[in-house]
């Protein structure tokens, strides 16, 4: 059976570069793993006043039905003063309502932060990981995925190089094995 791998990008920009290591990880992937790149950009700021039957947006019962489905998570953001984008944390909120029906709980997660700053992320990621500890969200602890002067580490196409692209195969491994003992 094909396993469900979820990518959300905190980045909005269409030539985004952590769009550009989301894809790369996807294309690292295996047989039996199929990506799924899960839009958020089009769900409106989370409201409780609006988490009714009659009122609930469709944007946030397609999200939430499409990440129910996934066998794991995958994060893959930039940093906006020292924490997530709006974007991404929006989505977490999105997905962990209503109280009680979580679509996140115990679905595997890895946390990749990519910056043309030499930091690589590191308060975005690690202030994600404080949300998806609250969502039940078991995260890959090593190795750790901060990928620091990401525009020096493209090619003249605008490719990951291959460096790091073996780098992102370890990350990738040790997540897929991490996944596949929690989910024995």
Known sequence: MTKKI????????????NK???????????????S????????????????????TPTEWTRFREE???????????PEYNRSVPAVLKNALDVGSRPYGQSVWDKKPGL???????????????HHLRQSLVFLNVPTL???????GNITNLLDEDGNIIQGTVDFF???????LDFAGKLNA
């Open 111 to 125: 946390v990749v932060t990519a910056s043309p700053g030499g930091v690589g992320g590191f308060g975005a990621n």
């Open 20 to 34: 550009k290591v989301a894809e790369t990880f996807s294309d690292l992937l295996p047989e039996g793993y199929e």
């Open 67 to 77: 990440v129910k489905d996934l066998d794991g998570v995958i994060f893959v953001t």
């Open 6 to 17: 979820g990518f959300f990008i905190g980045s909005l920009r269409k030539d985004s570069y």
């Open 169 to 175: 195969q370890t990350i990738l491994d040790a997540y």
């Open 141 to 147: 602890q090593q190795p750790e995925a901060y990928i």
């Open 36 to 55: 799924v790149f899960v839009k958020i950009d089009d769900l409106p700021f989370y409201n409780e006043d609006i988490e009714t039957p009659e009122q």
